[in-house]
């Protein structure tokens, strides 16, 4: 008997997901409303410091940066301000996630995902993929993320579950929602921008909350 090969994440283009497993993008989606009402989350003077800082590096930098460097000196230090530990689930770096997909089989690393589980990621609830943008890249950044949201998804108990992603391609920030067979993507809020970078980081704030009545 033949072993079927495992396609790796940064395989597969976003037509193809859709094609593959009956995807559908639709242009917008009640859970992605909510997740960017953001309009009751604050910030405190002390965080509000500290993206200050972090834009300015960034507005200095950003065009310099490799991948790591601005998942280190950004990514890292926005998401550490917004605060994920908890009892109930906590983030997980650069760890490997695999599963099957309607018989299809698919594996890779995921930058940054929050799930329960103690030592190794259980049940996921939200992803994010992190890019250098870049005209040569010839991996797909949505397709990437789709195909770990949908990995992710045979981890849950409870498929309906909706979940939530975001992938970065340098300054650029885009909030993905996947919901059974659907899903949307935001327009990109730029994180060298004021006014975005606070909803940016209202938003993962906003994470929180809405994974909150599927964590309790």
Request: charged share 30%.
């Amino acid at each position: 008997m033949t072993r079927k090969s495992v396609k790796p994440f940064e395989k597969w283009t976003f037509e193809e997901v859709e094609d593959t497993f009956g995807l559908v993008r639709v242009r917008e989606h009640v859970l992605l409303a909510e997740w960017l009402n953001v309009s009751k989350i604050t910030i405190d003077d002390r965080h509000q410091a500290e993206l200050k800082r972090l834009q300015h590096d960034l507005q200095s930098y950003i065009d310099i940066w490799n991948e790591a460097e601005l998942k280190i000196f950004f990514i890292g230090i926005l998401l550490r301000l917004v605060n994920y530990y908890n009892d109930r689930y906590r983030p997980f770096m650069e760890r490997k996630l695999s599963g099957k997909i309607d018989d299809v089989s698919v594996a890779g690393v995921v930058d940054f995902m929050l799930a329960s589980g103690k030592v190794k990621p259980k049940q996921p609830y939200f992803c994010l993929h992190e890019y250098k943008a870049s005209r040569r890249r010839v991996n797909d950044p949505l397709g990437q993320l789709l195909i770990a949201m949908l990995c992710a998804r045979t981890k849950n108990q409870n498929a309906e579950l909706p979940l939530y992603g975001v992938y970065v391609e340098g300054r650029f920030w885009y909030f993905v929602i996947m919901h059974v067979k659907k899903y949307a993507v935001s327009e990109p809020y730029t994180s060298t921008k004021d006014d975005d970078l606070l909803t940016i980081f209202f938003a993962l704030q906003k994470v929180k909350i809405l994974i909150e009545k599927y964590t309790s």
